[in-house]
């Protein structure tokens, strides 16, 4: 079975329903979570949920270490932006695995194995498309291709306090299609308004 992690870094007051969340990865048990976060609230964390204590300055500043330029990562939102790169950003923390994703917490998962299965895994390098998950091979070309210049200049998003969105499907996953390479991206989840 191929390893999959994902990384979330989250600062400031998770939702109320945030142990609905770590809930639904404890039942995800062949998959780890690693969340970074200055929250010191006491929840259950499940044991495929490793939790890391960091402020949003020292991540900022682990971040920085990565690039020889300044970056721009004055609030935790900007972190949308950056979440391609987190497997460049978190390099020691997948290592080891066959797969890395990125994924918000606001989410309730249902067995991800059953949508990704290894035979999906064994095809493409990348599955999903949209903001709030997306899981992509632990290879080196794949950890680097949101560098590629040729359709934006990432050191400008990088660089920039605007919110650009570089994880949602009209720019990184875009590119993908342009460049015309594969990936999955079928629609497995329900966008639920909590508010209706």
């Known amino acids: 079975m191929k390893k999959i992690v994902f990384i979330l870094p989250y600062f400031g007051k998770f939702n109320n329903y945030f142990p609905l969340f770590l809930k639904s990865c404890q039942f995800n048990s062949t998959i780890d979570w690693i969340v970074y976060t200055d929250n010191e609230v006491e929840y259950e964390w499940p044991q ?22 300044q970056i721009a990562l004055d609030v935790p939102y900007k ?13 020691e923390d997948i290592s080891g695995y066959d797969f890395w994703g990125f994924c918000d917490c606001d989410l309730i998962l249902g067995n991800i194995r059953k949508y990704v299965t290894d035979r999906i895994l064994n095809q493409y390098d990348k599955v999903f498309s949209r903001g709030h998950m ?32 570089f994880d949602e499907s009209k720019d990184c996953s875009r ?20 508010n209706l």
């Open 48 to 69: 495929n949920v490793k939790k890391i204590n960091i402020t949003f300055e020292k991540l900022r500043e682990k971040i920085q270490r990565c690039y020889p330029f």
């Open 79 to 91: 972190l949308c932006d950056y979440k391609v790169a987190y497997g460049d950003i978190f390099a």
């Open 134 to 165: 997306q899981i992509f091979a632990n290879k080196e070309q794949v950890i680097n291709y949101y560098k590629k210049q040729k359709y934006v200049d990432y050191k400008k998003i990088f660089t920039d306090n605007h919110i650009y969105a």
């Open 175 to 194: 590119y993908w299609d342009l460049d015309h390479i594969p990936y999955y991206d079928e629609l497995v989840m329900d966008d639920i308004d909590p």
